[in-house]
């Protein structure tokens, strides 16, 4: 079963930075192949939505909300993705979810994790 973990949250005033870390593992030790590893968030009363997907060869789409703001980046030999966060703004708040995209033969298999709360405070 792979394991998805996230950290980094908590709160920042209105301007402020955070960086996010989500790290993956396998009890067995491997993972497999592992295609996209993106961020979503989920505000109270909304739905999950894309912020940010990088793929293993490196491309990278954001949610145009975030553009200019925030970067996703990964350590492939980590198996890690990371989000900085700028100038953060109050409707940035939201728990924020891992998901990693792991191609199992013809399946892809989706894994989230249990998400890291974000608070912008104005």
């Known amino acids: 079963q792979v394991q998805v973990v996230e950290s980094g949250g908590g709160l920042v005033q209105a301007g402020g930075s955070l960086r996010l870390s989500c790290a993956t593992s396998?009890?067995?030790?491997?993972?497999?192949?592992?295609?996209?590893m993106g961020w979503y968030r989920q505000a109270p009363g909304a739905q999950r939505e894309l912020v940010a997907v990088?793929?293993?060869?490196?491309?990278?789409n954001y949610a145009d909300s975030v553009k200019g703001r925030f970067t996703i980046s990964r350590d492939n030999a980590k198996n890690t993705v990371y989000l900085q966060m700028d100038n953060l703004k109050p409707e940035d708040t939201a728990v924020y979810y891992c998901?990693?995209?792991?191609?199992?033969?013809?399946?892809?298999?989706?894994?989230w994790g249990q998400g890291t709360q974000v608070t912008v405070s104005s």
């Open positions: 990088a793929t293993s060869g490196g491309t990278t």
């Open positions: 998901r990693a995209d792991v191609m199992k033969s013809v399946w892809t298999l989706y894994y």
């Open positions: 396998e009890a067995s030790g491997t993972i497999g192949n592992i295609g996209a």
